[in-house]
């Protein structure tokens, strides 16, 4: 049985995952932590702070000068030696073990913060290969993919290998599966078990190998502490929920065109829909009406404005149905 320090103690932080669309971007709210991008982050008060999510809210706005709005509580994380050394010295005692609570946000104007270490950074910065609109990055995937799968095949045990392969195979869409968006998370986690990410030959305190290192910089720039798979779990979240629940309309202004919500949707999904498909889908949904009004679009056709239809999604009936979200095709990285 492994001795407990008496003087040790668990530091509760809050980490913040704050989620914008912008110009067709998918942006995440930052930190700049030395080198590294970090999530808002503090250490919960409870002498202050009655609930998380008041302290999270309080947090956010003395780090970034942005007032919340839609929050949901994401995951606990709590693996030892997430945090730095020094980190754990700032935030406590040298045996003390932060947990964190990760919490998903979503801004529909994202706003320039006051806060001069605070900046929006498009999340695909941190995760190139879960970007397929507009260019193919199965050549970044074809240069690490064959490591990832030399790692599986090292498994301890053929069990192990078989599982390590069925893992590869799932999150990558590989073999006779399908690629899913919401996987991120997965997918990540394999390359940090791989070493095919900074933050694991970081956290172990190693020099990645000279065939490893050249690698790296094509599975996305590294993140303070575990902060990137905080993302990567907030990113999994929101992507499942689209198809569940209308929380796409909480990254939208209070009008948009069809085809500034459509470009909203692909820029979270990380895949093109087709334009009429789309449209017919959300048009049917009853999730949106017309509005009398046009956007201004230049030397272009006017294209009519929409907005929430609040009183559909008011409804008893429409509470009660099960898919209450957008229907959206799956992609196989054709």
Request: with cysteine; proline share 6%; net charge positive.
């Amino acid at each position: 049985m492994a001795k407990i320090t008496p003087s040790a103690t668990v530091v509760i932080g809050l980490n913040a995952v704050l989620v914008a669309v912008k110009e067709a971007r998918p942006l995440v709210l930052c930190i700049k932590r030395g080198d590294d991008w970090a999530l808002p982050y503090g250490r919960f008060n409870p002498a202050r702070h009655r609930t998380f999510e008041i302290g999270l809210r309080d947090l956010v706005e003395q780090q970034t000068r942005l007032s919340l709005g839609f929050v949901e509580q994401l995951y606990t994380f709590g693996d030892k030696g997430r945090e730095s050394p020094s980190a754990v010295i700032a935030e406590g005692g040298h045996d003390d073990r932060i947990i964190s609570v990760g919490y998903l946000g979503l801004i529909p104007s994202p706003q320039a913060p006051s806060e001069p270490k605070a900046a929006w950074r498009n999340w695909y910065e941190f995760f190139p290969y879960e970007d397929w609109i507009g260019h193919d990055p199965r050549a970044a995937c074809a240069a690490f993919l064959p490591p990832l799968q030399k790692w599986a095949k090292g498994g301890e045990s053929p069990a192990n290998i078989t599982e390590r392969m069925g893992r590869v195979q799932r999150a990558f869409g590989l073999a006779h599966n399908r690629w899913e968006e919401e996987r991120c998370l997965q997918r990540y986690e394999l390359l940090y078990e791989a070493g095919l990410v900074q933050e694991s030959w970081r956290d172990s305190g190693k020099r990645p190998p000279t065939q490893i290192e050249g690698l790296l910089g094509l599975t996305g720039r590294s993140m303070a502490s575990d902060h990137r798979r905080i993302v990567a779990t907030a990113i999994g979240r929101l992507r499942g929920k689209l198809r569940y629940r209308p929380v796409i309309f909480d990254l939208m202004a209070g009008e948009f065109t069809l085809l500034e919500l459509q470009r909203t949707v692909e820029a979270i999904i990380g895949f093109p829909l087709h334009k009429q498909n789309f449209r017919r889908g959300i048009e049917n949904s009853g999730l949106v009406e017309k509005t009398d009004r046009v956007a201004n679009a230049g030397s272009g056709r006017p294209a009519a404005l929409f907005t929430l239809n609040r009183s559909a999604t008011e409804r008893e009936d429409f509470r009660d149905r099960s898919i209450q979200g957008l229907t959206l095709p799956r992609w196989r990285g054709e």
